[in-house]
């Protein structure tokens, strides 16, 4: 009778452990690439996001080798407008929700007057929360409040690499890059 308790003992024990260990592999939700891959990823960002973009991208480096950045800074207004205008980017960092919804073709008409089509809806992640432009606060800030901005990543429906393009958006949503958020004053939005 002690036998069979201590083994129903060992078997919950066992599915507790197996469990957790199930959990702890679900939330790695990137997979680097292929270290021997090379291709190039054209990023648009915030110019906010300048100090933050170059860490995470540099500790990106360590992961795929071989993959290269071109990442243009600017207002968020200005590099919505040259996506649609159809300048060439795999990723789109956003640090206004107008911005993203005007290239989202799942938006309503209001959002998306132009009817664009410029992002891959599924791949848009609200990523972060910072320190704001306050240019473009949609109500007014009251004195002392400060406002924040949430960031949002999405791949472009252009891009010829929409693999390589989403791992560098789960990869920005990881683990692995925690401490550069806490560097930078932004904190992560996690799933």
């Not at 200005?78 to 919804?101: H, N, Q, W």
């Not at 290239?103 to 007057?113: G, T």
């Not at 240019?135 to 929409?162: D, H, L, N, S």
Request: proline fraction near 5%.
């Amino acid at each position: 009778m002690k036998y069979k308790r201590f083994l129903a003992l060992l078997l919950a024990v066992c599915l507790v452990f197996t469990a957790a260990a199930c959990k702890k592999q679900q939330k790695l939700t990137w997979q680097p690439a292929n270290p021997n891959e090379e291709f190039v990823l054209d990023i648009f960002v915030p110019e906010e996001m300048l100090a933050f973009m170059s860490d995470m991208i540099n500790r990106y480096a360590s992961y795929a080798p071989r993959a290269s950045m071109r990442v243009t800074y600017d207002e968020g207004a200005i590099l919505a407008a040259k996506i649609e205008a159809g300048t060439p980017c795999d990723i789109y960092v956003s640090d206004d929700v107008r911005f993203m919804d005007w290239l989202d073709a799942e938006c309503s008409e209001e959002q998306n007057p132009n009817h664009n089509d410029k992002i891959v809806p599924e791949t848009r992640k609200d990523f972060a929360v910072g320190p704001g432009n306050e240019k473009y606060a949609q109500e007014e800030v009251a004195e002392g409040e400060v406002y924040t901005t949430t960031f949002t990543a999405a791949v472009c429906r252009a891009t010829g690499i929409p693999y390589e393009s989403e791992q560098f958006i789960l990869f920005m949503m990881s683990d692995e890059v925690k401490d550069i958020y806490e560097t930078y004053g932004f904190t992560r939005i996690e799933d």
